[in-house]
């Protein structure tokens, strides 16, 4: 025990951020773009979709993490939905350690707009996010 020990408030916050977030590091993460025949090209997807700010890395390790809410299985890709907010959420780029930890709570915040008060990540979850929605939660970018 340290006598001058105090609580760092803004870990302990990103630590009850990521409670309910699952995270896959990037082979998990590219495991999932199955609209790529090869494993390398699913991970260089990956890579190039963080790089642009479409898909969200959350910092705190040297390994990438990817919240997997922003994985749409179905079609093997990110959900569209997920692009286009992370895309206006990280100014089009991989975005600093602050910029994606803001996105992150971004997604985790809970928003009147949205159905029972939802957060954008559980409506995108629900399938009850939709592009007006979002349009009127983030500004869209000026190229889309």
């Known amino acids: 025990w340290q006598e001058r020990y105090e609580r760092d408030e803004n870990l302990a916050r990103q630590a009850l951020m990521l409670r309910d977030v699952d995270l896959l590091y990037t082979a998990d993460a590219a495991a999932l773009l199955t609209h790529k025949p090869k494993f390398s090209e699913r991970k ?3 890579g190039y979709y963080r790089k642009n ?14 919240p997997s809410f922003q994985f749409d ?4 890709d990110l959900s569209p939905l997920a692009i286009t907010a992370n895309r206006r959420l990280l100014d089009r780029n991989a975005g600093s350690e602050d910029e994606r930890w803001a996105a ?6 809970p928003q009147a707009s949205l ?14 996010l939709t592009r007006a929605q979002l349009d009127a939660l983030l500004e869209p970018l000026q190229d889309e």
Do not use: K
């Open 53 to 66: 700010g479409a898909a969200l890395s959350v910092p705190g390790t040297e390994a990438h993490r990817y």
């Open 73 to 76: 299985t179905d079609a093997g």
């Open 44 to 46: 260089g997807r990956l």
């Open 115 to 128: 159905v029972g008060g939802a957060s954008p990540r559980q409506a995108l979850i629900d399938g009850t």
């Open 104 to 109: 992150l709570s971004w997604w985790t915040s």
